[in-house]
């Protein structure tokens, strides 16, 4: 093999393997009352770039609360979060968050929704504009950029705050149960959508997601928090081969493993 791809293909394998966000025994405690709630005890856990982490758990396990942390937006009370090896304490411009609902600004349309982050960091207009008719493209949207928020279904919204999330070119991108408003067969079209999405760009995802199918369909890991005080009971690895198609979820391995992360979920 010639020398100079060889050192190439080593270093994009070294890349693929080296931590973008480490997170060392975080305790996170609200004040209340009673003393204090605590949501989450003892979560330690590394994501690679280019990975695809799901994050499932029972309601009130904290799942939330940990995209918050991650997006810095949350101060742990204990323990150690670090991104690209720093100190994560606030929010930074290569994170880029997607929440359940698209929360788009209905009295812009769907291009200027889109390149509000970037209007934001000060671009020049027509950079801004470029970027976002890419993303736009990207996400399938690209006949609709004159449109309303009011105009689109939920499913196109949520592609939209998708674009938006993307427009900036985080490294990472967090998404908090961003298909829970959808019907289900909405949800499915738009787990295939965000696989597509992320074979373009590769980016690395952390997402939480109520669904078992979900979470085995599009991760490569799926972490489990148990019951509050949310703790890791489970990383499990996805070795499905990607790019996967929708007839993996009746095959015995996917079975298996839905009844894997089902068990964790319930818990002791």
């Known amino acids: 093999m010639d020398t100079a791809l060889h050192a190439d293909l080593s270093e994009q394998t070294a890349n693929q393997r080296t931590p973008i966000l480490v997170v060392r025994n975080l305790n996170v405690t609200f004040a209340n009352d009673n003393g204090g709630l605590r949501a989450l005890q003892e979560i330690s856990f590394s994501v690679f770039q280019q990975e695809f982490v799901c994050v499932l758990g029972p309601s009130g396990s904290g799942k939330s609360t940990l995209l918050r942390l991650l997006a810095g937006l949350l101060v742990p009370s204990q323990g150690e979060l670090l991104y690209y090896g720093k100190p994560l304490s606030e929010a930074r411009y290569s994170v880029g968050f997607v929440f359940q609902r698209a929360n788009l600004m209905p009295w812009r349309t769907v291009l200027q929704n889109v390149s509000l982050p970037l209007e934001l960091q000060q671009l020049p207009i027509a950079t801004a504009i470029a970027r976002a008719r890419e993303m736009l493209?990207?996400?399938?949207?690209?006949?609709?950029?004159?449109?309303?928020?009011?105009?689109?279904?939920?499913?196109?919204?949520?592609?939209?705050?998708?674009?938006?999330?993307?427009?900036?070119?985080?490294?990472?991108?967090?998404?908090?149960?961003?298909?829970?408003?959808?019907?289900?067969?909405?949800?499915?079209?738009?787990?295939?959508?965000?696989?597509?999405?992320?074979?373009?760009?590769?980016?690395?995802?952390?997402?939480?997601?109520?669904?078992?199918?979900?979470?085995?369909?599009?991760?490569?890991?799926?972490?489990?928090?148990?019951?509050?005080?949310?703790?890791?009971?489970?990383?499990?690895?996805?070795?499905?081969?990607?790019p996967r198609q929708e007839d993996i979820r009746y095959s015995p391995a996917f079975g298996e493993m839905a009844r894997r992360l089902r068990r964790a979920i319930a818990g002791p």
């Open 137 to 242: 493209e990207l996400v399938g949207l690209q006949s609709f950029e004159s449109a309303l928020p009011r105009d689109l279904s939920g499913g196109m919204a949520q592609r939209v705050a998708i674009a938006r999330a993307l427009v900036h070119d985080p490294d990472l991108l967090l998404m908090d149960e961003p298909f829970g408003s959808l019907d289900a067969l909405t949800r499915e079209r738009m787990g295939a959508e965000l696989l597509r999405i992320w074979q373009a760009r590769r980016k690395t995802v952390i997402m939480v997601t109520h669904s078992i199918s979900e979470a085995l369909f599009l991760a490569d890991r799926v972490l489990v928090l148990s019951h509050r005080p949310g703790r890791l009971q489970l990383d499990l690895p996805v070795s499905f081969d990607r």
